[in-house]
């Protein structure tokens, strides 16, 4: 209610009720759909050292200065955010896989419930 009142000014009860939950729900689908901030990051920055791998090559062959030095830097740092990227990937995965298995759950439950509510129904006919 806290939250409501400070982020949704100028709505009462209920519509602000229904924003709130309408809030929480596309975060929580948009959560499910899109890497998180670390997994975007890392590859952007790959991305970039990449780039920047590729023009001290070239500027290298063509003999514009001597970049071997930065070269192995950028190869060094590309190779650790390498295996971070693999590992932010791996535990997004990993937590992707529990969240499914928790909305299987779930949805079994719901399925069940309404097994379980339509038994005392036909035992009446």
């Known amino acids: 209610a806290s939250l409501s009142a400070r982020y949704i ?3 009462q009860l209920p519509d602000k ?3 709130v939950l309408d809030t929480a729900c596309a975060r929580v689908a948009i959560n499910l759909t899109t890497p998180p901030r670390e997994v ?3 590859q952007t920055r790959l991305e970039q050292r990449g780039l920047e791998i590729v023009q001290l090559e070239r500027q290298s062959r063509i003999g ?3 970049h071997q030095a930065r070269l192995s830097e950028l190869c060094a740092e590309e190779q650790t955010e390498r295996a971070q990227l693999i590992t932010e990937e791996e535990n997004w995965q990993a937590q992707l896989r ?8 779930r949805e079994q439950l719901l399925t069940k419930d309404s ?5 005392p129904v036909a035992a009446l006919r």
């Not at 097994?115 to 038994?119: A, L, M, N, R, V």
């Open 17 to 19: 009720a229904i924003d």
């Open 98 to 105: 529990l969240v499914q298995a928790i909305v299987a759950l």
């Open 115 to 119: 097994e379980d509510d339509d038994e």
């Open 9 to 11: 000014s100028g709505r």
């Open 64 to 66: 514009i200065g001597d």
């Open 40 to 42: 975007s990051h890392l």
